[in-house]
């Protein structure tokens, strides 16, 4: 596979005035494609009868417009996980009760499978589904999963994640004694027998050998068809959050998985910015989608498959004492309501299926401004997204210089919230996520520099911006 496109921090010449100023040096042939379904959620067990629906005439249709609102069109849609702590806590019971449910612990019955599958049928959206690892049931494992394969009517299953960060209570030898046990079971029926598995869904910072060796097994035969980890910046301030080292520590955690499975072999399962739900006033304001895309991009340019966003709700385990601030939005008796997080992902899912291009950009006065670039192989349309991680107070005009040839007029989206960088409401070009999760929004017409082929445009504090250009 080609390199990837260059990392927007090179010098180029600075424009007086201009807190930035990019120019897109190259767009070559075998520069590096987003995947198309690259973009995910990681959903909790917990969640599915609150955000998905308990059977499947009851689903919840404002969530299949969600994720319809995160397809840039009907070839990019993305891929559901569902699992985290409950994936290893939840019991399948098929005709089992869920009103004793907890955050973390409880029972999942047809109902919700059924939820799930048809959320994902409507909405075109691909599913790994977590079974149950560290209870050592095999027959349990494989009776949910002989249900699912029954009721996957839309072959909407992408694969089955066996466990749930298992280096947290097995050894290597003992997990992968454990996994080869399921997959025993699984195959001593024609109905799961060879369907697609994947794992270990390692937490953050574990060792790689985990996947390589979990890879080395399966692979060969086609039944795995990429590996799983996690990962979580941590940071516990929202100025540590936007600082480059963030992005450094995440792409070399991807370059260690490349060396233990290969590029694009592996999915980043699930992530967010901090764990254990996130920090009010890091993980839900408009700073930490500044974060967001520049990892989601500096991902893809660095060979991951895909990256799933991590949710939960404690609103609805009050007993369980826990809050999620980090979730990019959450569902009220039916109804969407955004948090920032929400239109990072809407905006970044311009990206999908596009070829990233060289970007040289050079930052006055030590401001921190990321510029990543993008084209369209079937119309050569240039997508610039240009990322101010300055933290508050800084702001200020940038330019953007695209190749000889594109001069077009173009559209400017820009993602952004007057409260600035500690803002908890966020909009793209004003625009917000209704209750009934239809999202859209229309972009600002621009026009080059006369005479030259920069684009000129004002970016806030902590905002995002989605140039354009034909």
Same mark, same amino acid.
């Given at each position: 596979?080609?390199? =990837?496109?260059?990392?927007? +921090?090179?010098?180029?010449?600075?424009?007086?005035?201009?807190?930035?100023?990019?120019?897109?040096?190259?767009c070559? +042939? @075998?520069?590096?494609?987003?995947?198309?379904?690259? &973009?995910? &959620?990681?959903?909790?067990?917990?969640?599915?009868?609150?955000?998905?629906?308990?059977?499947? !005439?009851?689903?919840? *249709?404002?969530?299949?417009?969600?994720?319809?609102?995160?397809?840039? *069109?009907?070839?990019?849609?993305?891929?559901?996980?569902?699992?985290?702590?409950?994936?290893?806590?939840?019991?399948?019971?098929?005709?089992?009760?869920?009103?004793?449910?907890?955050?973390? *612990?409880?029972?999942?019955?047809?109902?919700?499978?059924?939820?799930?599958?048809?959320?994902?049928? +409507?909405?075109?959206?691909?599913?790994?589904?977590?079974?149950?690892?560290?209870?050592?049931?095999?027959?349990?494992?494989?009776s949910?999963?002989?249900?699912?394969?029954?009721?996957?009517?839309?072959?909407?299953?992408?694969?089955?994640?066996?466990?749930?960060?298992?280096?947290?209570?097995?050894s &290597?030898?003992?997990?992968l =004694? %454990?996994?080869?046990?399921?997959?025993?079971?699984?195959?001593?029926?024609?109905?799961?027998?060879?369907?697609?598995?994947?794992?270990?869904?390692?937490?953050?910072?574990?060792?790689?050998?985990?996947?390589?060796?979990?890879?080395?097994?399966?692979?060969?035969?086609?039944?795995?068809?990429?590996?799983?980890?996690?990962?979580?910046?941590?940071?516990?301030?929202?100025?540590?959050?936007?600082? !480059?080292?963030?992005i450094?520590?995440?792409? @070399?955690?991807?370059?260690?998985?490349?060396?233990? #499975?290969?590029?694009?072999?592996?999915?980043?399962?699930?992530?967010?910015?901090?764990?254990?739900?996130?920090?009010?006033?890091?993980?839900?304001?408009?700073?930490? @989608?500044?974060?967001?895309?520049?990892?989601?991009?500096?991902?893809?340019? %660095?060979?991951? %498959?895909?990256?799933?966003?991590?949710?939960?709700?404690?609103?609805?385990?009050?007993?369980?004492?826990? !809050?999620?601030?980090?979730?990019?939005?959450?569902i009220?008796?039916?109804?969407?309501?955004?948090?920032?997080g929400?239109?990072?992902?809407?905006?970044?899912?311009?990206?999908?299926?596009? %070829?990233?291009?060289?970007?040289?950009?050079?930052?006055?006065?030590?401001?921190? #401004?990321?510029?990543?670039?993008?084209?369209?192989?079937?119309?050569?349309?240039?997508?610039?997204?240009?990322?101010?991680?300055?933290?508050?107070?800084?702001?200020?005009?940038?330019? #953007?210089?695209?190749?000889?040839?594109?001069?077009? @007029?173009?559209?400017?989206?820009?993602m952004?919230?007057?409260?600035?960088?500690?803002?908890?409401?966020?909009?793209?070009?004003?625009?917000?996520?209704?209750?009934?999760?239809?999202?859209?929004?229309t972009?600002?017409?621009?026009?080059?520099?006369?005479?030259? !082929?920069?684009?000129?445009?004002t970016?806030?504090?902590?905002?995002?911006?989605?140039?354009?250009?034909?």
């Amino acid at each position: 596979m080609a390199s =990837a496109a260059p990392l927007p +921090q090179q010098a180029a010449s600075v424009i007086p005035g201009h807190i930035a100023d990019s120019t897109v040096v190259s767009c070559p +042939q @075998t520069g590096v494609t987003v995947p198309a379904d690259y &973009l995910g &959620l990681s959903i909790e067990w917990s969640m599915i009868q609150h955000w998905f629906g308990t059977s499947r !005439t009851s689903i919840n *249709s404002s969530l299949v417009n969600l994720l319809n609102s995160l397809e840039r *069109s009907p070839s990019t849609r993305g891929v559901l996980r569902i699992g985290g702590n409950s994936q290893d806590g939840y019991q399948w019971d098929q005709h089992g009760s869920t009103t004793g449910n907890t955050l973390f *612990s409880g029972t999942i019955n047809a109902g919700l499978v059924d939820a799930i599958l048809e959320v994902a049928r +409507q909405s075109g959206w691909k599913v790994i589904l977590g079974l149950n690892l560290r209870n050592n049931h095999p027959g349990m494992a494989q009776s949910l999963a002989k249900y699912v394969v029954g009721q996957d009517t839309g072959g909407n299953l992408l694969a089955f994640e066996i466990g749930n960060e298992p280096n947290s209570y097995l050894s &290597l030898t003992a997990y992968l =004694a %454990r996994y080869q046990a399921y997959v025993a079971q699984l195959d001593g029926d024609p109905v799961t027998a060879n369907k697609p598995i994947t794992g270990p869904a390692i937490s953050e910072n574990a060792d790689v050998t985990w996947a390589h060796d979990l890879w080395a097994r399966y692979q060969a035969t086609g039944r795995m068809p990429f590996t799983t980890w996690h990962d979580y910046a941590n940071s516990s301030s929202l100025a540590l959050l936007l600082q !480059t080292s963030k992005i450094t520590e995440f792409t @070399t955690r991807i370059e260690a998985m490349n060396g233990a #499975v290969g590029s694009r072999n592996h999915r980043m399962g699930e992530g967010n910015d901090t764990g254990k739900g996130g920090l009010d006033k890091v993980s839900n304001v408009v700073g930490k @989608t500044a974060w967001l895309i520049d990892t989601l991009l500096a991902g893809a340019a %660095r060979g991951l %498959r895909g990256c799933n966003n991590h949710a939960w709700d404690g609103h609805y385990y009050p007993g369980d004492n826990r !809050t999620c601030w980090y979730t990019p939005f959450v569902i009220r008796d039916g109804q969407t309501s955004p948090r920032p997080g929400f239109y990072a992902l809407a905006l970044f899912k311009h990206a999908l299926g596009r %070829r990233f291009c060289g970007v040289s950009t050079a930052n006055a006065s030590g401001q921190l #401004v990321r510029t990543w670039c993008l084209t369209d192989p079937s119309t050569n349309r240039i997508y610039a997204y240009v990322i101010n991680k300055g933290g508050p107070g800084k702001s200020g005009k940038v330019g #953007v210089s695209a190749p000889a040839g594109h001069t077009g @007029t173009g559209f400017l989206n820009v993602m952004t919230d007057a409260g600035g960088c500690p803002a908890k409401t966020a909009s793209i070009q004003g625009s917000t996520l209704p209750a009934n999760g239809s999202y859209t929004w229309t972009g600002t017409l621009i026009n080059a520099v006369p005479g030259t !082929t920069r684009y000129e445009f004002t970016l806030g504090e902590c905002s995002t911006a989605l140039l354009s250009i034909p």
